[in-house]
């Protein structure tokens, strides 16, 4: 059985200006593709078979990479349960002129092995901890696994259909369709996630950008659970609508669907909860900026309000863990 270090994978990309968001910087979309990437491979490692993206527990942004960095991106393999691998990605930003490496990105995904109908199939090999360190990580994976499990079961619970998602009523939404094309595909016709990702990505960026007036960054990507597959030659509707503005920061939630054109099915394929934070130029390039106030109104937009108090209140005790384990380790 494999300890986690022997599952580590090591992905390295240049960062291109064709790769940016905001000036001079990666666009969060195109990291969360490259994420999806590299924890797809650790995974099929472990797995010795097909993949499929079902979860992600998180995305939190440290800080960007730049236009002319190396981002370095690790994915390991922390835990594996019946058909399911858990897999961290911490992501590194390397200064091509110094060879100074920065934490920027870490991030948990879960994917399951699939036979060739898509249909979960069990995983043989087992991560056995090598040392201390590593029985950690595997306990908080496990633990992450319990939280999705109640999370799952929450959302199932109060899941609405697909046409009555509440966006209409919002005053700040985005609405976007795409098809998807062959070349979305990285197993048969199934859509590959990672290109999900950076149109979900796109459509909160969009709604933000419009509400702001201004540039914007991703600072995160809360727990997103898969609820149906999409597969090539079906329509994607992404629907984005505003759920929070703060001093410098708006969440966005993005619902997507995935509809079949010569049947009009539609589908639930899962929902996202995005944090951008508004950008201006500044005397040392873009630095965050106020957002104009925002005052939910309807008992819809008071009730998004609230659930975005909650998670904001979770991610910002994440990432003061994160930056606090990060900072032991030097």
């Not at 942004?61 to 922390?78: H, N, R």
């Not at 490496?101 to 399951?112: G, Y």
């Not at 630095?287 to 008992?299: G, L, N, S, V």
């Amino acid at each position: 059985m494999p300890s986690i270090a022997e599952t580590t994978l090591e992905m390295v990309q240049l960062v291109f200006p064709e790769h940016a968001g905001a000036p001079g910087q990666i666009h969060g979309g195109r990291m969360m593709q490259w994420i999806t990437q590299a924890g797809t491979m650790a995974a099929a490692r472990v797995a010795h078979g097909t993949v499929v993206l079902g979860a992600m527990d998180d995305i939190d942004f440290l800080q960007p990479v730049k236009v002319g960095e190396i981002a370095i991106l690790k994915a390991q393999v922390e835990y594996v349960g019946v058909s399911s691998l858990e897999v961290g990605v911490r992501v590194y930003a390397e200064n091509v002129s110094t060879g100074r490496r920065t934490v920027t990105l870490n991030s948990h995904l879960v994917f399951v092995n699939v036979d060739e109908q898509v249909r979960p199939r069990a995983v043989r090999d087992k991560i056995q901890p090598a040392d201390e360190h590593e029985t950690l990580v595997v306990e908080a994976a496990r633990a992450r696994r319990e939280q999705r499990r109640l999370r799952f079961a929450q959302k199932a619970a109060r899941r609405v259909e697909a046409h009555d998602d509440g966006t209409e009523a919002m005053r700040w939404r985005f609405e976007s369709v795409r098809s998807v094309l062959p070349e979305d595909a990285l197993f048969g016709n199934l859509m590959f996630p990672g290109k999900m990702l950076m149109d979900i990505d796109e459509a909160g960026g969009i709604l933000s950008m419009r509400y702001c007036k201004g540039f914007v960054m991703t600072a995160c990507l809360d727990a997103m659970d898969f609820y149906a597959p999409i597969f090539s030659h079906e329509v994607v509707v992404f629907k984005a609508a505003l759920n929070w503005v703060g001093t410098s920061s708006l969440e966005v939630g993005v619902k997507v669907l995935a509809e079949t054109p010569w049947t009009g099915e539609t589908r639930h394929a899962c929902t996202a909860f995005l944090t951008f934070v508004h950008l201006a130029s500044g005397p040392d390039g873009l630095r965050p900026a106020p957002c104009r106030p925002f005052t939910p109104e309807t008992p819809d937009e008071r009730r998004r309000w609230q659930e975005a108090l909650a998670r904001r209140d979770q991610r910002l005790a994440r990432v003061k863990q994160l930056k606090a384990t990060l900072s032991e380790r030097g």
